[in-house]
């Protein structure tokens, strides 16, 4: 009643996420009788996230057994190529071009001019004159406009080739479908700039022969709508029966039912993400890298052109590969590509990539670095590190001691004093909680000696360690890798290493509960939490336990050196199955890493932000996605110095 006295129009839930949709479900029915709005501290209205986007796309109720029924019912195929049969890497057609603009500033060519834009415009203004011009007759325009050289026509037209045959692919659930046609005659027809030589070349390239013909406009002189289908109705008897499969209603549908020839719509990559619950993100390309990124999303989201039958535009999710390319892979890529970006704008000359966030990473920056022969990219090593080997190690008396047991533990006292110092106190432990902090005093009090011997021991072996195998005696100014972060671990390696200069490079930063974080310790966060509950990205925010699970490596977690010099690992507490998710994640993550950098100059992953990949890890919301991935129910994180376990989804 005070609510409805006071004119409430919008309540904000301000509460952990777990909590959030429980208090939500609460008062719904009261807030929607009243017209009152709900909000989480993000500013996102909770009513659309719970209730999620509905499309009712008649177009969603048509799947592939209607298509392969039509294909049986007619004696010729046609089929139109782009978007239908073949695919680009990238948003839109027009961003080749600014693709190709970067690449040809990387070679060395000074123009005076904006080479996308200029090839836009060759375009439309031969098309203006009513021509249908081939690729050779738009680079005549296009010197006509600038007045490049003879030479430099010739390199363009062939870079424009080179850089098509990188960025196409075949529709794969289409390429098995044409595959799938016996006896018929296949035509394919397209309105398209590049030659039927050329176009052969690349149908043949990503599979596709056997056909009849490939009748395509600039060779006819004539586009679809101005009658190059009469072209494919000269090569065919009048008692054949003709099905026509194109994703262009005005191109390819209009035209042939004016003839009442029968056609089948398709939709492309595009137009299935604008009608997608995913839409959003449509306005957002910004850069070239961007349009790569929402390329690579498209391709992997709607390969299938039916892959939204009955779903109302809410895709699907029911692999993990696929939960893993389409959400996990962009932040992580991202991630590699802002740590290189970092380390160079710090003067970082050297990486310690820490156990075990750090594995993964290694990989794909290594893989940069060969790659594109970017000596810039520092060297770096796998460093064996945690917060419980580094607390131990700084570890100098007894103050130090009661500020590494204060904080929460989960458990009873005799673990506590087992894992944080790895000593064994007297068995009645066992049967006394942390909660009880006199009782952890008074033994802290009884067992100061073993602790402070046994963490000199740790810090003498751990200093051997990373003064023998870790870089640190060539290089005073390191870069140190951490994923979600307290700062904890480089708060105390700058203790031990008072001659060196670390730099954090951190994920996500959040707040310390252990060792008093210095003010002075330098770090750089790829996304910057803004409070107790929100961050400048707020899926990133949710979302980053299931990063903690992939990015991680097969061992246990890094306890101590021993004094012959051998590591120690704390106990194993993930299951087979999970370590085996684990690297099949991770596969799926080099692979697509793999496929952006063969794509993707230097330049360009340089140019990564985190708002388009923080936005697909948002798209793992009920809102945006129906997650159906049996695995995610068996992910769990593990704290061993808080004795702690959570699941991954925990957040979602």
Known sequence: QDILLRNVKTIIIIAKQPAIPVIFHRIEEFCRTNGIKVYDVNGRCLEDIYYGFENESPYFQVNIDDLRREISLHNVISLDIFDTLLVRRIWKPADVFRYMEMRLEKEGFALNFSFAKVRI????????????????????????????????????????????????????????????????????????????????????????????EIIVSCDHKKVKKQGLFSVLEAKTEKTDHILHIGDDDSADIEPLREKGIDTFFIMSQREMLANSSYGEIIDHTESVIDTILIGKFINHAFDNPFVLYQTKGRLRVNTLELYTTLFLAPVVFAYCAWIVKKTMETGCTYIWYTSRDGYLIQRIIGMMKKEYGEASIPDGNYFYTSRRACLAATVYDYEDIKERLLPHFEGDIYSLFLKRFGIKIEEKAKEQYCDDIEKVLWYSRKYEERILARCERERNNYLSYIKKECGAKDHQRIGIIDLVAKGTVQNELVKLLTDHSLVGMYFFKTNADFAQISPDMEFCSMYQPQGKYSSDCPNVYRSYRQLEFVLTSDEPTFQSMDDQGRKCFMRELRSQKQIEHVRFMQHAIIKYAKSLIKISDFQQIMEISGKIPDMLLGFMDSQYSELAVKELSEMVLYSELENLKFTVTENL
């Open 121 to 212: 415009q060759a375009e439309r203004n031969l098309l203006q004159k009513q021509l249908v011009p081939n690729i050779y007759e738009i680079y005549e325009e296009v010197q006509s406009l600038t007045g490049i050289t003879a030479q430099e026509k010739r390199y363009f037209i062939n870079k424009e080739i080179e850089i098509e045959l990188s960025m196409i692919k075949p529709r794969t659930a289409m390429l098995k479908l044409f595959k799938e046609i016996k006896n018929k005659k296949i035509f394919l027809v397209s309105d398209m700039y590049l030659p039927k030589e050329i176009l052969t070349f690349i149908l043949k390239r990503n599979g596709y022969e056997g056909y009849s």
